[in-house]
């Protein structure tokens, strides 16, 4: 059987993908990643070490998070305190001269207080929550009438400049993707340094708690592009094309 000839671009186009992960040299050594049939006290294990490492590099990991997002255009804001976080999407509404804002209906705003925050400024924002007076398939309606949508994250990943959101109790997924600027809100302690992290995470939860695996992860990494027509990128077409990450201090 003949040796498959290396391909000469090979070389320069993994240099390329090292480059942006902002890596100088390749890997030599082989990541620790648990395998799927692998122990759960291996898997403690794991998640041990990845809490503790986190916790050490939380300052550089927030850094590069800003970094990164800022070169994937994102506009990202820092906030000492709730009250500041509030403040911020106050900004972002007034800028953009928002006159229907949506939220996600997560416990998070019972901290970041955003409703009060613009009700102030004139501006009362919808929860995006079936009940009693409002049809879960009227949400879809009213978030597409939004000029703004906030939401929390389950974690942020430094070194891609992406938000995780997926599916839980007080998550609608419209309200992140359907209005055109959206407003992401991020705790410290939900950043995270890697996506390997981050399924690490997700696997040992769903291994110890015996809960099911969402349907779907949505990472957001910067405003919606899209380059699928004569390869000219476009800004905002599948989602929000002006995006927001608001990144605030744990209480």
């Known amino acids: 059987m003949p040796t498959p000839v290396e391909d000469p671009n090979k070389a320069a186009f993994l240099a390329r993908v090292r480059g942006a992960l902002g890596r100088s040299t390749p890997i030599t ?77 997560e416990d998070l705003f019972k901290r970041v207080d955003i409703d009060a925050s613009l009700r102030k400024h004139g501006v009362s924002p919808t929860v995006l929550a079936s009940g009693r007076s409002r049809r879960k398939s009227d949400l879809k309606a009213i978030a597409f009438k939004a000029d703004l949508g906030v939401s929390g994250v389950e974690y942020a990943i430094a070194e891609t400049g992406s938000c ?58 910067g405003p919606s592009r899209t380059a699928d027509i004569e390869q000219t990128l476009t800004i905002g077409v599948h989602g929000p094309g002006e995006v927001h990450m608001i990144i605030v201090a744990d209480a």
Request: aromatic letters at 6%; proline letters at 4%.
């Open 29 to 105: 050594v082989t990541p620790d990643h648990p395998t799927l049939k692998t122990t759960l006290p291996r898997h403690e294990e794991k998640i041990r070490t990845t809490q503790a490492r986190t916790e050490a590099r939380r300052p550089q990991n927030i850094a590069r998070l800003e970094t990164i997002a800022t070169a994937a255009a994102w506009n990202v804001h820092r906030a000492a305190d709730a009250e500041e976080a509030a403040n911020a999407v106050v900004g972002i509404a007034a800028n953009i001269r928002a006159k229907n804002i949506v939220r996600t209906a």
């Open 164 to 221: 995780a959101v997926f599916q839980r109790k007080g998550i609608a997924r419209i309200a992140t993707l359907a209005p055109p600027v959206l407003a992401l809100i991020v705790q410290e302690s939900q950043v995270l340094e890697t996506l390997d992290d981050f399924f690490a995470i997700v696997r040992f939860q769903f291994l110890t708690n015996r809960t099911r695996l969402a349907n779907y992860y949505n990472f957001i990494s």
